[in-house]
T-cell receptor, first 115, second 113 residues
Framework: GAVVSQHPSWVICKSGTSVKIECRSL??????MFWYRQFPKQSLMLMAT?????????EQGVEKDKFLINHASLTLSTLTVTSAHPEDSSFYIC???????????FGQGTRLTVV | GENVEQHPSTLSVQEGDSAVIKCTYS??????FPWYKQELGKRPQLIID?????GEKKDQRIAVTLNKTAKHFSLHITETQPEDSAVYFC????????????FGTGTRLTIIP
């Protein structure tokens, strides 16, 4: 199947700093990518839809100024957690589809710990 | 927006027995229903999916049924094995294209040897 790669796999940062997470589609182009957040023992909650060349669409309750999304190319979307706080500690996962007739593939996830 | 409920939250079955996980959805416009298996700390992996134009789909020991009228769909795993132990998520979306997936709350399945 198609490959979606996330980097880094895990990161520890200090409160108040910013962290950038990359999501790459390695063998296909993705005009749309999705960013999810998953707290321990909970489900995947969609944060935003990343659209290549245009602004991301954020879900209700997700602060767009805190979670900056950039989708500058057809193979890369980035999520930047700005001014991170301990409550932002979570598992962040991206997904993308090669085309409209195929399944969504997920990145391996990024475990963010804010101390 | 779409709301997906999933039951049970935990399920333990003896190896070799069957496991059934059920989900309901609220948006009648949803027409694509995938099931994902997620092992601890890893990415979700698609195990089976169904579109609204069919009522049942089977792949070896895994099957999914869909009742559009009642807006519910179920995952059936037969002849369970220890490696089936994981968290399973159902999801729903409209159109099969670049539409967002709304996930259920997950079911932690434990297979007892």
């Amino acid at each position: 199947g198609a490959v979606v790669s996330q980097h880094p796999s895990w990161v520890i940062c200090k409160s108040g700093t910013s962290v950038k997470i990359e999501c790459r589609s390695l063998d296909f182009q993705a005009t749309t990518m999705f960013w999810y957040r998953q707290f321990p023992k909970q489900s995947l909650m969609l944060m935003a839809t990343s659209n290549e060349g245009s602004k991301a669409t954020y879900e209700q309750g997700v602060e767009k100024d805190k979670f900056l999304i950039n989708h500058a190319s057809l193979t890369l979307s980035t999520l930047t957690v700005t001014s991170a706080h301990p409550e932002d500690s979570s598992f962040y996962i991206c997904s993308a589809r090669p085309d409209q007739n195929t399944e969504a593939f997920f990145g391996q996830g990024t475990r963010l710990t804010v101390v | 927006g779409e709301n997906v409920e999933q039951h049970p939250s935990t399920l333990s079955v003896q190896e070799g027995d069957s496991a059934v996980i059920k989900c309901t959805y609220s948006d009648s416009a949803s027409n694509y229903f995938p099931w994902y298996k997620q092992e601890l700390g890893k990415r979700p992996q698609l195990i089976i999916d169904i579109r609204s134009n069919v009522g049942e789909k089977k792949d070896q020991r895994i099957a999914v049924t869909l009742n559009k009228t009642a807006k519910h769909f179920s995952l059936h795993i037969t002849e369970t094995q220890p490696e089936d132990s994981a968290v399973y998520f159902c999801a729903a979306s409209k159109n099969f294209g670049n539409e967002k997936l709304t996930f259920g709350t997950g079911t932690r399945l434990t297979i007892i040897p």
